[in-house]
């Protein structure tokens, strides 16, 4: 189990979108913790073993961002985080779940981070992981000393949250079916890991989980935004799914929470119910609560 010295609500909460960088390198103690930790890595919940790994930009990493088109903002990152993975039911959740644990311990170092979702898998990271014909690279996450102090750091990570911008919870959560909203109260000892999902990053912001509280399951639901994959893919060739991307994301946030509270429970996928609720919803797995 990933253990921070500080808890993992405060870690969540610090992380935000870091988009521009000292130019010092990551300090070399940093880099061997992190390093350490990505070479450690159990598979993923669903038991998929994405590949990821440390590396240190250069000038024409840059330019690969640039030549994305979105990412050009990114400044001085002194390395990034970059992963690989084959082709599998639920990849991409696994390489979310697994990528977000990497930038949580980054964050509890003190680095900056920013998620970099597109098309990676011809790009100059591509050549630098070695690639395989039969991997793909859905993500890389740019990484840095942090160029601000931490108190300018604390408003920054404020307004990037846009917590005023996040859905409510009764948007996100519920009890006993999908149009019933959940309450704070409901949600009893797990009121702080849904927060926690919350909080969390996703691509354009449009937090497309949705979980559902049914006697001891807590069932984890995707509800895609309409058209938004569509749109993107017109201005990105080949860009990967990145909400279920996200649901991995939402998922780490859920385990790693509840399991510093001490929240027994499992990841299991449920059987004779409704998995597609409306044509944008799907189900993707429940998290088992056993206390």
Request: hydrophobic share 35%; glycine share 6%.
């Amino acid at each position: 189990m990933l253990k921070f010295n500080d808890p993992t609500t405060e870690i969540i909460r610090q992380r935000f979108s870091c988009r521009d960088y000292s130019r010092e390198p990551v300090k070399a103690w940093k880099r061997e913790q992190l390093q350490a930790y990505i070479e450690a890595l159990p598979p993923g919940p669903f038991g998929t073993r994405p590949r990821f790994d440390l590396l240190a930009a250069t000038e024409m990493d840059s330019k690969s961002l640039r030549g994305l088109g979105t990412y050009g903002f990114i400044k001085n990152p002194s390395a990034f985080i970059v992963g690989a993975m084959s082709p599998a039911e639920y990849d991409l959740e696994d390489f979310g779940y697994l990528m977000e644990s990497i930038i949580l311990v980054a964050t509890s170092l003190d680095l900056g981070t920013c998620w970099l979702g597109g098309t990676f898998t011809k790009s100059r990271f591509a050549k630098k992981i070695n690639l395989s014909t039969n991997e793909t690279m859905p993500a890389v996450t740019s990484l840095g000393e942090y160029i601000v102090s931490g108190q300018e750091r604390q408003g920054v990570a404020s307004r990037t949250a846009g917590s005023d911008r996040r859905l409510p919870w009764e948007r996100l959560f519920a009890n006993i079916n999908l149009e019933m909203p959940l309450s704070q109260s409901e949600a009893a000892e797990y009121a702080t890991a849904l927060e926690m999902v919350r909080v969390g990053p996703s691509a354009s912001n449009k937090q497309p989980w949705r979980i559902l509280k049914h006697n001891q399951f807590w069932r984890f639901y995707l509800q895609r935004t309409p058209g938004y994959r569509r749109d993107l893919i017109k201005r990105i060739l080949d860009l990967c799914d990145l909400q279920r991307l996200d649901m991995g994301i939402a998922m780490c946030h859920f385990e790693l929470t509840a399991k510093e509270l001490g929240l027994g429970g499992k990841w299991v996928m449920e059987d004779e119910f409704d998995k597609t609720p409306d044509e944008l919803t799907e189900y993707i797995v429940s998290w088992e609560n056993l206390n």
